[in-house]
């Protein structure tokens, strides 16, 4: 059974930084994507990044690729995510998901396991 464990959230000031950790345990596919999704209060769940399970392949919301950081420890199957100067608007639920057709798609249909979140909340 896949589990997935977001951990790093917290609070932050405006122009801080906070790093996400997302532990996999239970995936039996040897390739598959991991990404990082967000939700803020009253909006849609949005992506973030993903990131290929070999870590050499990433992919960023357009809005977010200068300033996250989406990096992925093999041996240990953990997904980071490193977000620097950030924003109140970054403030959100994080929730880490996995893809095992390993489309690298930003698509949240495509996501098979999701964690249950962790809170961010950024204070100007």
């Known amino acids: 059974q896949v589990q997935l464990v977001e951990s790093g959230g917290g609070l932050a000031q405006a122009g801080g930084s906070l790093r996400l950790s997302c532990a996999a345990s239970g995936v039996t596919h040897k390739i598959y994507t991991t990404g990082w999704f967000r939700q803020a209060p009253g909006k849609e769940r949005e992506f973030v990044a993903a990131?290929?399970?070999?870590?050499?392949?990433?992919t960023y919301a357009d809005s977010l690729k200068d300033r996250f950081l989406i990096s992925r420890d093999y041996p240990t199957a953990t997904t980071f995510l490193q977000m620097d100067s950030l924003k109140p608007e970054d403030t959100a639920v994080y929730y880490c998901a996995v893809d095992m057709g390993a489309t690298m798609s930003s698509d949240i249909s495509r996501y098979n396991y999701w964690g249950q979140g962790t809170q961010v909340t950024v204070s100007s």
């Open positions: 990131i290929s399970w070999s870590g050499h392949t990433t």
